[in-house]
């Protein structure tokens, strides 16, 4: 019998958006995958984790966004992680798995195209298949060994720390989910509040602009 396609996608996550969630339900749907499983780091080896928000409220950002995308979900695989290698996170769920299943591995070709500099990348091309996501036109290396099917087709310029910027400035956030926003802003993350959006009721003349 044919095993189970399992997708892990890693990263920071802070805050998870738009674009995330379309790259994964993209991959989902077009290599027929059972899962993909979101993994927010808890100490990205390539990122000062002084800077983000704590663990439990990312992973929380990361349940919320998934819960209307079936097959779309939010894992702990790192949370307890000194630093969050890929090799350590995909030995671990590899155990979970039988010999028929298949591993893969989603990335954005930036990331992938540094597979070289990261902790034991060898073993890791020997775990995993990776889906890697590219702008139109972009270029990138590819290791010996290693298995890659291109995601092309997606163009989303999203940027996490422009995001961030305007939490902080109190501005609209199209490219967050209406429900991962209401808790950034009730935990009062990236300086969001209640001052964050003005509803049409006040006196500002501000629309509340609609994040649907």
């Given amino acids: 019998m044919a095993g189970r396609l399992v997708c892990l996608f890693g990263g920071t996550f802070d805050p998870i958006h738009r674009a995330h969630l379309r790259i994964a339900d993209e991959a989902r749907k077009r290599f027929a995958l059972e899962q993909v499983l979101f993994v927010p780091a808890a100490h990205p080896p390539h990122k000062s984790s002084a800077g983000l928000a704590p663990f439990n409220d990312r ?11 079936p097959g779309l979900i939010a894992s702990r695989l790192e949370e307890a992680e000194e630093q969050s ?31 070289c500099t990261w902790n034991r990348w060898q073993d890791v091309v020997k775990l995993t298949e990776f889906v890697v996501v590219a702008r139109p036109g972009e270029q990138y290396r590819i290791p010996e060994g290693a298995r890659v099917h291109p ?5 989303l310029p999203v940027a996490s720390t422009t995001i961030r910027a305007r939490l902080a400035a109190g501005e609209a956030t199209p490219e ?33 602009p609609s994040e649907a």
């Fill in 176 to 208: 967050l989910p209406r429900e991962v926003r209401r808790y950034i802003e009730e935990r009062g993350l990236y300086g969001a509040g209640t001052r964050a959006i003005a509803s049409p009721s006040r006196s500002t003349g501000r629309k509340h």
């Fill in 85 to 115: 290698y890929t090799i350590n996170t995909l030995e671990r769920f590899r155990q979970q798995m039988t010999p028929g299943d298949r591993l893969f591995f989603l990335i954005g070709s930036d990331a992938f195209d540094d597979l």
């Fill in 59 to 69: 992973f929380r950002m990361v349940e919320i966004a998934c819960e209307p995308y």
């Fill in 151 to 155: 995601l092309d087709g997606l163009h």
